[in-house]
């Protein structure tokens, strides 16, 4: 029997901090305990529904691993090391010799030390040696703090997120299109539809709430409703499928041009809505011209058949919706496929209609928010562009800054950072909320740069982790549900999240220690307050007029009401379930773009050396770098260690047998997993999950496989192909320990 809750147990409506689904929960408190988790019959993402990793929520919340107090490490010493490479340079870089462990400090010392040590680089060698880099899983309120922190005041573009990672090319993707960034859908959608078009998704591990509510609606209406599924792997979402399309990794646009080319041949396009509402047509036709489902068959390794078969589906729907996610964009042509689905809704009329349109399935809770509060690069709140010299003087005059402190162009992208880290060109990062060191690829190139870099600060709630062992000044940061802010999830809906319970220790919000931090540096009169509401006030009145307006929205609001989907433009106005309905798109002549793409390999192509393409991707028990999910017994249980899905031809080739521990071995590094032999992967490709980092054992860490080839316009990295060798592991070695733990609270 379990045990009775005390006398004080509430039951309080919040949201999932885990996925971009933004599923409502009631979670059930208790002597200042998360006791139990629930899903919210009343939040419209979910009616309830809730998947296994937010029921094993309370377990998370205080686990043993808390980060509780702030730690700093004795300053260190610094002396001159060889350049990496020639360049011209006013003084010999340093190499940082982290002596001594973390240690407790106050508050008070801590974000001294962190005011002091950014205001010396930053007068030493200028704001862009300073750089931001944080998550998805951020409030937007804590976003957009720290973004005009960096953006505003420290002077430093350098301000960006593992959203980099997952969704930058669909943000990108929308922009160039559409005009602006924003999925034009919503959930309401996947009840509407008579075709679903899943690429690049695995949504039943991914985003099990989606996946449920597609699978009712195809359930229902099982000859009315098609579901097709491009996906290497045979997965429980391609099971759904009516047609199952096993394309060789890379090659999604070469589908989505031989199916829009079997559209055009056979003279089913919308060329109505092609005339009226869209530019740029001509192009796109003579693009596809050079696609027949013959070709497309060569390049993708489907049959010419299941092409014109799957094109038929989509062609003939009354309304269509593609789904998509990280197997589309973690590419170095994901901007190009994104494109490419765009092109096939436009030239199909298939967008602004109830069940029809682009739907891109966001990988974090708050990286849709972040995207809208400015939280990469080369934004300002409410899509702004930093090249934009209008964009950038209404932001400095709403933010009291310095006329021109904004810089004019583009801060350094993720993985720029750090390769910034590397060479020497950047001194000091701050990372809030992400474990960089584990989900980031080419592992040994990350490790490199924060050993070198001159500063390190890392906000989390938990240490160690792969990146907490690299702090110079550790800050304990509150987490779910121990503070209070808005996120915004796939659909444009932003749901208040109320703080439930304290935070353990003397661990803060991380808009509070940004506030305090900003305060300390003497930017005290543009940060007033650390509350939570007012900070999102302050943020909505930024965005009104822009297309994610959300002016009309306050914590209050949400509060009275629920949740709401921008854009909303002032108190009367309801929300926007669906953009774009009258055709008006938000570009300089109101018309979406169709752009011409084409087809390009992989970065990395197999050969005879390594001649497995790897693909990566996440499991259903586990989320990111398992700094949550890890906590949760039941889920640790169930998927305790990675497991290398190989083709059964593979796994005969190279001597495997299922069950077997094998080397995987790219060209930066190996890995070691036990072999799951099967044909429900594609000949030529072996599936990693990527959530283990070094901390679990080195060797289980996909990214000590993984390349930084990255899309030239999105800079989000190709995860999702690279060229590997398997062979069994000698039997007599053993196997990898995990890393010792250092740095020990008090």
Not at 349 to 376: H, K, V
Not at 590 to 595: D, H, M, T
Not at 598 to 620: I, K, S
Request: net charge neutral; hydrophobic share 40%; with cysteine.
């Amino acid at each position: 029997m379990p045990d009775a809750p005390p006398a004080d147990a509430t039951w309080s409506a919040t949201l999932c901090p885990y996925c971009g689904v933004g599923c409502g929960l009631l979670v059930q408190t208790g002597d200042d305990r998360v006791l139990r988790v629930k899903g919210d019959p009343a939040h419209p993402a979910n009616f309830g529904d809730v998947c296994a990793k937010a029921v094993h929520l309370p377990p998370t919340v205080r686990a043993n691993d808390r980060l509780l107090y702030p730690m700093l490490r004795p300053r260190p010493m610094l002396r001159p090391r060889p350049m990496l490479r020639p360049r011209p340079m006013l003084r010999p870089p340093v190499r940082v010799h982290r002596r001594g462990p973390l240690a407790r400090a106050s508050w008070e010392v801590a974000i001294g030390e962190v005011a002091s040590r950014l205001g010396a680089i930053r007068a030493a060698h200028g704001p862009e040696a300073i750089a931001f880099y944080g998550s998805g899983q951020l409030l937007t309120e804590e976003y957009y703090v720290a973004a005009k922190l960096a953006k505003g005041f420290i002077g430093t573009n350098s301000f960006d997120t593992n959203s980099r990672l997952c969704m930058a090319s669909a943000s990108i993707g929308y922009a160039r299109s559409l005009g602006a960034d924003g999925p034009p859908t919503a959930y309401t959608d996947l009840e509407r539809a008579d075709c679903f078009f899943l690429i690049g998704t695995n949504t039943a591990d991914c985003h099990p709430i989606v996946f449920k509510r597609l699978r009712r609606r195809k359930l229902a209406a099982p000859d009315e409703v098609s579901v097709i599924v491009a996906d290497p792997r045979w997965t429980e979402t391609a099971d759904l499928a009516d047609l199952h399309l096993p394309l060789r990794p890379g090659s999604d646009v070469a589908l989505l041009n031989g199916l829009l080319h079997v559209i055009w041949r056979e003279g089913r396009l919308d060329r109505d809505f092609i005339e009226a509402h869209t530019a740029g047509w001509a192009e796109v036709e003579r693009a596809i011209a050079a696609y027949p489902p013959e070709r497309a068959a060569a390049l993708t390794g489907l049959s010419r058949e299941i092409i014109v078969a799957a094109a038929a589906r989509f062609a003939g729907a009354r309304a269509a919706l593609t789904l998509w996610s990280m197997g589309i964009n973690q590419s170095r042509w994901g901007t190009d496929k994104n494109a490419a689905i765009l092109n096939l809704h436009l030239a199909t009329g298939q967008i602004g209609r109830p069940g029809a349109g682009p739907f891109s399935l966001t990988g974090q809770p708050n990286a849709m928010g972040g995207r809208e509060t400015g939280g990469l690069s080369h934004l300002l709140p409410g899509y702004r562009a930093v090249a934009d010299p209008d964009a950038r003087a209404v932001v400095e005059r709403a933010w009291g800054a310095p006329a021109g402190r904004i810089a004019p162009r583009p801060g350094r992208s993720a993985l720029e950072i750090f390769e910034g880290l590397a060479a020497g060109d950047v001194r000091a990062v701050w990372i809030l909320c992400t474990n960089p060191a584990a989900s980031m690829p080419e592992t040994d190139l990350v490790e490199r740069a924060l050993e070198r870099a001159e500063l390190v600060i890392v906000q989390d709630s938990y240490h160690p982790t792969e990146t907490t062992r690299f702090a110079d000044v550790l800050l304990p940061a509150a987490q779910w549900p121990e503070k209070a802010g808005v996120m915004t999830n796939s659909e444009r809906r932003l749901t208040y999240l109320p703080k439930l319970v304290e935070p353990p220790g003397e661990a803060l919000p991380d808009a509070e220690i940004v506030v305090r931090a900003a305060r300390a540096m003497g930017w005290g009169a543009a940060f007033p307050s650390a509350d939570p509401a007012a900070i999102f006030a302050e943020y909505a009145a930024l965005t009104a007029g822009t297309p994610c307006d959300c002016s009309g929205v306050s914590h209050a609001r949400l509060r009275a009401e629920g949740p709401l989907q921008w854009p909303v433009r002032g108190a009367a106005d309801p929300g926007t379930e669906r953009l774009y309905t009258d055709g008006r798109f938000p570009s300089p002549d109101g018309r979406a773009r169709f752009l011409a793409v084409e087809h390009g390999d992989v970065a990395e192509p197999v050969d005879a050396g390594f001649p497995l393409t790897l693909t990566t991707g996440r499991v259903r028990d586990h989320w990111h770098t398992r700094t949550r999910t890890a906590k949760a017994p039941a889920l640790a249980a169930r998927t305790p260690e990675p497991l290398l899905e190989v083709n059964v031809a593979d796994a005969r080739r190279a001597g495997v047998r299922d069950g077997d521990f094998v080397e995987i071995v790219s060209r930066r590094g190996i890995a070691v997993a036990q072999a799951r032999v099967t044909d429900t992967i594609r000949e030529g490709t072996c599936f990693l999950p990527f959530h283990w980092g070094r901390a679990a054992g080195a060797a289980k860490s996909a990214n000590n496989l993984t390349l930084s080839a990255r899309d030239p316009l999105s800079h989000q990295p190709e995860l999702k192909a690279c060229a590997v060798r398997i062979q069994p592991l000698p039997a007599a070695q053993p196997a990898p320990a995990a890393q010792p733990e250092e740095d020990g609270q008090p």
